[in-house]
């Protein structure tokens, strides 16, 4: 594996941001035998879609549609990593790293993709590309936007 995608990276792909073009024109670049991404990510995004849904942003018919829409998307292209007892293991040391200021499940995503030998981690997360360079990982923006 060679390239892990947090849940902000892959959020435009089916919610409509300022990111999402050069989001899906960066993934049509990579190689798809090294895209990746983990069970938590699918977690992750279906939690926020059903904020939307409570917030009245969205109705449930669409959040039905977006969620369908994010498996379909990831099903060809990504490995989808699944969570294991040395990731919760190591997010818990990350967490211990006070100065990155790190929360829960973007530690969580930075020790699937160290544990999975990730060659790089890309997010659109501010505080966790900061976090992931204190803690010495290979995270990345990939896109200019945000």
């Known amino acids: 594996m060679s390239s892990y995608f947090d849940t902000s990276f892959l959020m435009p792909l089916v919610r409509r941001e300022p990111t999402t073009g050069e989001v899906e024109k960066f993934l049509r670049q990579q190689p798809q035998a090294e ?67 790190l929360r829960a499940g973007d530690a969580l995503h930075l020790a699937i993709a160290r544990n999975n030998n990730a060659q790089a981690i890309y997010s659109l997360d501010d505080k966790m590309l900061r976090a992931g360079k204190l803690l010495g990982l290979p995270v990345r923006r990939g896109i200019r936007g945000r």
């Not at 849904?53 to 490995?79: C, N, Q």
Request: aromatic share 8%; charged share 25%; with cysteine.
């Open 35 to 101: 895209l990746s991404t983990s069970h938590w990510a699918r977690v992750e995004f279906c939690s926020g879609i059903a904020r939307d849904v409570r917030m009245k942003v969205m109705t449930r018919e669409d959040a039905a549609l977006a969620i369908a829409d994010f498996e379909s998307k990831m099903s060809p292209g990504f490995s989808l990593l699944p969570i294991a007892s040395p990731d919760c293991e190591l997010a818990h040391e990350f967490l211990q790293r006070y100065e990155t200021g």
